[in-house]
C-alpha cells in the first residue's frame, strides 16, 4: 500500500544479513573455522525497529528545527515552544504484531505470485505470466492456495509458508523463525508454531487482508463455512474462467475423498474399541465438515456452469459479486463476504 512499494523490510534486512553471513563465512573458513548459516527473523525485526526509531527521530529534529526558524522569523518565542510531541509524529513505529501480520501478507503475495524474491515491486499485476520472475521461491502452479484444518495438501498454505520461510532465511534456523512469527501474530492459545500459523490463516488472515485493502481484496477467498470445512485463497490477477471449476474439482472434492476415507476409518476404530471417546469426537467435527462441503458443492457447482470472465476494469466489487452468479442468474455466496 506504500508508494514505490519494493519489497517488504524484513526481506530485505534478510538479504543484507546474508550478505554479511558471506563475508563471515569466508573469513571463518579461510582461518579453519566453521561458518554460521542461519539468519534470523527476530533479528531482522530488531533492525527494522532500529530504522523506524531513527527514521522518528530525524523527522522531530527536523520538526523542531523549523519551527524555531519560524519562532525566530516572526518574533514567537513568548508564545510558542519548538518541541514536538511524539504522538504528533506522522512516521508510525514498529510494531511487531501488526508488522508481522504485512510480513505474512507479504508470504501470501509471493505464493500467488504479485510479488517475487527475485523482482522488486510488483512481479505480476496481469499481463503475461513470466516463470522465470520466481527462481528463488516459485510461485504457486495453479493460482490456489488451500486452508484446512490438517495439511490435507502439498500446497497446503502453511506448507508453504514454511517454505518462504525457508527460502528467506534459511533451513538452520526455520524452526526458531516459524516460532517467532507463531508467537507474535496474537493468536491465543496453545499449539505449536504451525497450529497456530494456521489458526491465524483460518480465522485471521483475511479479516486483515480486507481490511488493509478497505474491503476490496486482491486475494479472494473460497469458504464453505464457519466449520472450516474448506477454503482457498486465489489472486484476482491470475483468475480465469476455469478457476472456480478447477478449485472445486482438484481441491474441494478431493478434501471430501480425504473426509470420507478418514470417517471410515474412525469407524472402524471405534468399533475396534480403540480410542472410543477420541475418535468419536473427530467423526464428529469431520461429519460435520464433510457436510459443510456437500452443501457448498451444490452452490459452487451452479457458479462453475456459469463460466464467468472478469473484466479488471470493472473494480474489486463489481468482479466479487459478479463470479458468485449462477447459471440459473442468481447469486450464491461462495466466497468469504467483505
Not at 57 to 74: A, G, M, P, T
Not at 138 to 158: Q, S
Not at 292 to 303: C, F, M, Q, R
Amino acid at each position: 500500500t506504500s508508494w514505490d512499494f519494493k519489497e517488504h523490510p524484513f526481506v530485505r534486512l534478510a538479504k543484507g544479513l546474508w550478505d554479511a553471513t558471506a563475508i563471515g563465512a569466508a573469513m571463518s573458513y579461510y582461518y579453519g573455522g566453521h561458518p554460521e548459516v542461519s539468519c534470523r527473523l527476530e533479528l531482522c525485526y530488531m533492525l527494522w525497529q532500529g530504522e523506524c526509531n531513527e527514521r522518528r527521530k530525524k523527522l522531530k529534529e527536523n520538526e523542531e528545527e523549523l519551527n524555531r526558524i519560524f519562532i525566530d522569523i516572526y518574533g514567537l518565542q513568548d508564545e510558542l515552544t519548538p518541541e514536538v510531541e511524539d504522538k504528533d509524529i506522522t512516521v508510525r513505529p514498529a510494531d511487531l504484531q501488526r508488522d508481522m501480520r504485512s510480513f505474512v501478507s507479504y508470504a501470501v503475495g509471493c505464493m500467488l505470485g504479485r510479488y517475487s524474491l527475485d523482482v522488486e515491486g510488483l512481479a505480476y499485476a496481469g499481463g503475461e505470466w513470466d516463470e522465470s520472475k520466481y527462481k528463488t521461491y516459485p510461485a504457486d502452479a495453479d493460482n490456489c492456495l488451500p486452508i484446512t484444518e490438517e495439511a490435507f495438501f502439498e500446497d497446503d498454505i502453511v506448507t508453504q509458508f514454511a517454505n518462504f520461510v525457508q527460502a528467506v532465511f534459511g533451513e538452520d534456523s526455520l524452526e526458531d523463525n516459524l516460532r517467532y512469527v507463531a508467537e507474535n501474530l496474537g493468536i491465543k492459545g496453545n499449539g505449536t508454531a504451525r497450529e497456530k500459523i494456521r489458526q491465524y490463516f483460518l480465522k485471521e488472515f483475511y479479516k486483515d487482508h480486507c481490511k488493509v485493502y478497505q474491503k476490496r481484496p486482491i486475494y479472494w477467498l473460497f469458504d464453505t463455512g464457519k466449520k472450516n470445512g474448506f477454503k482457498a485463497l486465489c489472486y484476482i490477477h491470475r483468475w480465469t474462467v476455469n478457476t472456480v471449476g478447477d478449485v472445486r474439482i482438484d481441491y474441494m472434492h478431493k478434501l471430501q475423498r480425504l473426509y470420507r476415507n478418514e470417517i471410515n476409518r474412525l469407524k472402524e476404530n471405534i468399533d475396534a474399541g480403540e480410542e472410543i471417546a477420541k475418535s468419536q469426537k473427530r467423526l464428529e467435527k469431520i461429519t460435520n465438515q464433510l457436510q459443510e462441503t456437500e452443501e457448498y458443492d451444490a452452490k459452487i457447482g451452479i457458479v462453475v456452469a456459469a463460466r464467468t470472465e472478469i473484466d479488471l476494469d470493472d473494480g474489486v466489487k463489481v468482479n466479487y459479486d459478479k463470479v458468485q452468479v449462477g447459471s440459473d442468474g442468481k447469486h450464491y455466496q461462495i466466497l468469504a463476504k467483505i
